[in-house]
């Protein structure tokens, strides 16, 4: 089992940046693939960016590629996404979740288990 707790969304301006923070509970964490998704008001939930259980291999959406950077933490248990160059579009609830039986998945229907996410806002 794991737990997963997001932190870190807020409003910021166009232009700004954040930075998400996913604390995981559980021994095993450093055994999963992590992933964060987000999903917008009326729109279908979207892959944003995973990491593989080393650390080794990260994938971005073609979307977020250059202003995102997902980093993880075995010895914390944790995963962040550092988000720059903030745009309105990635107005969303951004959510982590943990993948156990792949290397590296963009399908969120491969993660077991998901975190209550986090609201992100930008402004225009």
């Known amino acids: 089992q794991v737990r997963l707790v997001e932190s870190g969304g807020g409003l910021v301006q166009a232009g700004g940046s954040l930075r998400l923070s996913c604390a995981a509970s559980g021994r095993t964490f450093s055994r999963y693939a992590m992933g964060w998704f987000r999903q917008a008001s009326r729109k279908e939930r979207e892959f944003v960016a995973a990491?593989?259980?080393?650390?080794?291999?990260?994938y971005y959406a073609d979307s977020v590629k250059g202003r995102f950077t997902i980093s993880r933490d075995n010895a914390k248990n944790t995963v962040d996404l550092q988000m720059n160059s903030l745009k309105p579009e990635d107005t969303a609830v951004y959510y982590c979740?943990?993948?156990?039986?792949?290397?590296?998945?963009?399908?969120?229907?491969?993660?077991?288990?998901w975190g209550q996410g986090t609201q992100v806002t930008v402004s225009s």
């Open positions: 990491i593989t259980y080393s650390g080794g291999t990260t």
């Open positions: 979740a943990a993948a156990y039986r792949v290397m590296l998945t963009t399908i969120g229907s491969e993660y077991e288990y």
